[in-house]
Structure formats: structure tokens, C-alpha cells
């Protein structure tokens, strides 16, 4: 057995470097500390859609879990902050094993060295506090999980495999300012909003990096430096996309309020052109705009159809969906609540458009104690809306 997952290391450790900018010092960290070490013994592997998740139990068929956990795909560990058994293979997805590809790619651009002092918030199964402890020393790691239940099966992994690191159970937008200044953040729950005590808790020219995901489209990769006047500055370098961090969740969605609230427009800007655009749009119209997207296509009586709703994730009352069917000129546009979100999309979208069509990697983030600014190529050209 020992061979074998030996081997399954070196598998998986090949599949990471292919993305070519792995460090080496991170590859040394998964070798030491292997995955299946961390993976619960049921649980639903993730592949990349839109293949469903499956099942997977050691129990059942150890060789279908082990190729399962050294096959790179995500491992998902929890289902509605615990209130669904994983294996009911449905629910909300609030914990997991993140994709050993993603994982490497974090800890590449966090640049952690021997000695520096690591925020870890998101301990999940503490694999990644595991490989931080590998890189940094465990005596200097520092692990958030707001999961009481989820923190203590991180904590037996980590006792198990003898690396004692320092845990806290609570929100990580907190930080750990008993244990600052730090030198790395490292961040794996999806953020929207930037909490500056990160950046208080951190020395002059310490690295925070996170997914910043306001699920407009696709989710993105942020890399900030902290600066001696107590802000935060950097740019996007690259996809990322986590489960969100529990205290930023949306609210909930909710029906109209009456039938002032509903209105049908149309729109002659096809839902598919927004949509499928580059990552860069995603930011462009995230930024302007502050509201979170999705899509979904298929057939019915009349043909093919593709929808795609954007929201405000702030309220329940301000959604819309615009619909493509073949064929026509116009699409229809069903509204609700009294914020024009569809125009906003399209305005912000065709603004992105007259810029030249940036990549992402030309926007970038301002963090300071009172607001969080998105720009374009430097921190005086804020696009951000207020």
C-alpha cells in the first residue's frame, strides 16, 4: 500500500506541475504530507462540469477513493454546514478538500519562506495548514475555521500527522490579532468584501492572497501587498473560486413583494454576448456593477433557450433574467424590484467594451480601512462604483 500511494503522490504531483508555475518548495510540501491523509472516508468527489459529483467511500472500494483523491478534482466534505449527510449527494457545498491544482497555486503566489507567520483562514480539512507548516515551520501557523465541527476533525488530521498548529474556532474576516503581526494571509473561502483587520494584522510589505468571488461569471485570483500607511494594494493574477465565507453569503432569494414589483422588457443585447465574455468583463461588470450572475440553457416545446439571471446580492427584491431563443431580434427581459439590474449589466459591459476589452490581468484592488477600489491598470483609474 505504501508503494501505491507513493506512486499516486508522484501522479498527482506531475499533474500539478503541468501548470508551470508551481514552486518547487510547494510540491515538496505535498510530498511530505500526502492528500488521502486529510479526505474523510465518504464523501462526494467534484469533477469539472458537467460531470455530477459521485459518492465516495473508502469502506465501500478503497481503490475507487484513493484514485478519486489523487485525481486532482475537488473533494467536497460538507453539505449545508452540516445539516445534510454527504451522503444524500445533495445540498449546498460549505466545506471541502480544494482542488490540488488551485491548492498549489495559492501557496505559489503566497511565496511563504522558512520563519514567516502565516493567517491560514479556512482550515477546512488542514491540508493547506499542513503544506503551510511544511513551508513556514508549524510554530508559525495560524488557522481560522468558523466550523466548531469541521475544526475539530482538522485538528485529529493534523495531530495525526504530527504537525501542531496554532487553532482558533471563529470568523476568519477577524483575523488572529493575539497572534499578529503576520507575514502571509493565506485565504481559502470565497470573499467579496476585503475585511481590513487582515491588513492591520499584517507587517509593511506582507502578502494576502485570496479568491475574490462576487460571482459575476468567473471568480478571480488576488495578490495584495500591505503597505506602511495601512492600505493594501495589488492586482488579479489568475482564477480562483471557493465556497463563500460564511459571514458574506447573500441573502436569500424571495418573491416579489406585488405586482408593481414585475416588469417585462426586452433587450437587444443578446444574454449569451455578456455571459460568455472574458474574465476581464466579469470584473468590469462586477465592479460597476456589485451584482452576481448565472446561467443555464436548455430545451422545451418552443426550442432551444439560454437564461441568464443576475441579482443583487445584497436584497432579495432586485433580480432580472434575460432569455435567448434562436432566431429573434429582440430578447425577453423579466424584472424584479425597482433597480434597473439588466440595463446596469449592459451599461457596465459595453463600458468594458469601449476600454479596449482588458484582460483581467490589468485590474487590480485597493484595500484601505474604509473602502475597497477596483481599477484599471493603476490605483488612480478606479472603476469601482461607490
Same mark, same amino acid.
Given at each position: ?5 507513493? #506512486? #499516486? ?30 479526505? $474523510? ?57 480544494? !482542488? $490540488? ?14 520563519? /514567516? ?6 482550515? +477546512? ?13 508549524? =510554530? ?18 493534523? !495531530? ?6 496554532? =487553532?482558533?474556532?471563529?470568523?476568519? !474576516? ?6 499578529? $503581526? ?13 475585511? /481590513? ?16 468571488? $462576487?460571482?459575476? @461569471? ?79 440553457? +436548455? ?29 429573434? @431580434?429582440?430578447?425577453?427581459?423579466? =424584472? ?51
Amino acid at each position: 500500500m505504501a508503494d501505491g500511494i507513493a #506512486r #499516486r503522490v508522484e501522479r498527482l504531483i506531475d499533474y500539478v506541475r503541468e501548470l508551470g508555475d508551481t514552486d518547487d518548495s510547494v510540491l515538496t510540501a505535498m510530498r511530505a504530507v500526502p492528500r488521502h491523509l486529510f479526505v $474523510p472516508e465518504v464523501a462526494l468527489a467534484v469533477p469539472t462540469r458537467p460531470d455530477p459529483a459521485r459518492l465516495i467511500d473508502r469502506g465501500a472500494d478503497e481503490e475507487a477513493w484513493l484514485e478519486a483523491v489523487y485525481s486532482g478534482v475537488t473533494i467536497v466534505t460538507q453539505l449545508d454546514d452540516g445539516a445534510t449527510d454527504i451522503r444524500a449527494g445533495k445540498g449546498d457545498y460549505t466545506s471541502s478538500a480544494s !482542488a $490540488p491544482r488551485t491548492v498549489a497555486h495559492l501557496l505559489t503566489q503566497l511565496a511563504a519562506e522558512p520563519g /514567516h507567520r502565516v493567517l491560514d483562514v479556512g482550515t +477546512g480539512t488542514g491540508w493547506t495548514a499542513a503544506l503551510l507548516s511544511r513551508l513556514v515551520g508549524a =510554530q508559525h501557523v495560524t488557522t481560522v475555521e468558523v466550523d466548531g465541527r469541521v475544526a475539530g476533525q482538522a485538528a485529529k488530521n493534523l !495531530a495525526d500527522v504530527g504537525l501542531a498548529v496554532h =487553532q482558533v474556532v471563529g470568523d476568519g !474576516a477577524d483575523g488572529c490579532p493575539a497572534r499578529a $503581526p503576520f507575514d502571509r494571509v493565506h485565504v481559502t473561502c470565497g470573499i467579496r468584501h476585503v475585511p /481590513h483587520a487582515w491588513v492591520e494584522q499584517c507587517r509593511p510589505g506582507a502578502v494576502i492572497v485570496l479568491p475574490y468571488c $462576487p460571482d459575476f @461569471g468567473s471568480n478571480h485570483l488576488l495578490r495584495l501587498t500591505v503597505r506602511p500607511d495601512g492600505s493594501a494594494v495589488g492586482r488579479f493574477v489568475g482564477f480562483a473560486s471557493y465556497m463563500l465565507m460564511r459571514s458574506q453569503r447573500s441573502t436569500p432569494d424571495a418573491p416579489a413583494r406585488d405586482a408593481a414589483d414585475r416588469h417585462w422588457s426586452t433587450t437587444r443585447v443578446d444574454p449569451r454576448t455578456v455571459a460568455h465574455a472574458s474574465a476581464g468583463a466579469d470584473l468590469a461588470v462586477s465592479a460597476r456593477t456589485g451584482l452576481t450572475s448565472n446561467t443555464v440553457n +436548455g430545451q422545451d416545446d418552443d426550442g432551444d433557450w439560454f437564461r441568464m439571471w443576475v441579482s443583487d446580492p445584497a436584497t432579495p427584491y432586485s433580480w432580472a433574467v434575460a432569455e435567448w431563443r434562436p432566431g429573434r @431580434g429582440e430578447y425577453d427581459v423579466y =424584472q424584479v424590484g425597482d433597480r434597473p439590474v439588466w440595463e446596469e449589466v449592459c451599461d457596465a459591459y459595453f463600458r468594458w467594451t469601449g476600454w479596449g476589452e482588458p484582460g483581467r490581468d490589468r485590474f487590480g484592488m485597493t484595500v484601505t480601512a474604509d473602502r475597497q477600489e477596483i481599477w484599471l491598470d493603476s490605483p488612480e483609474r478606479v472603476i469601482s462604483s461607490p
